[in-house]
Nanobody, 115 residues
Framework: VQLQASGGGLVQAGTSLRLSCAASGSIRSINLMGWYRRAPGKERELVATITTGHYTNYADSVEGRFTISRDNDKNMLYLQMSNLMPADTAVYYC??????????WGQGTQVTVSS
């Protein structure tokens, strides 16, 4: 399984950005995908996850501002980020896990929010 994240960039606080992640390889029909992030000097943390059936879970810090979604037919994962804050500055990673396998990570995409 390969994951390719894109869509990061430098934006001002209060604006929006959309991240995408393309999954390829042996993708099973049931899996869990998610976005994680690592801010400078901090541990990687969960941002949001979504099941194949579109059940979602969010970190408290992004609840109400970020929306995770996926297109199962295209094996695509998205993260719509709104009302961005400098605290959202981090490298964002997409992740996929499916039964009986280790999790897979994308290469990360940098999001920088200026105040």
């Amino acid at each position: 399984v390969q994951l390719q994240a894109s869509g990061g960039g430098l934006v001002q606080a209060g604006t929006s950005l959309r991240l995408s992640c393309a999954a390829s390889g042996s993708i099973r029909s049931i899996n869990l995908m998610g976005w994680y992030r690592r801010a400078p000097g901090k541990e990687r943390e969960l941002v949001a996850t979504i099941t194949t059936g579109h059940y979602t879970n969010y970190a408290d810090s992004v609840e109400g501002r970020f929306t995770i979604s996926r297109d199962n037919d295209k094996n695509m994962l998205y993260l719509q980020m709104s009302n961005l804050m400098p605290a959202d500055t981090a490298v964002y990673y997409c992740h996929l896990v499916q039964s009986g396998q280790r999790g897979y990570w994308g290469q990360g995409t940098q999001v920088t929010v200026s105040s």
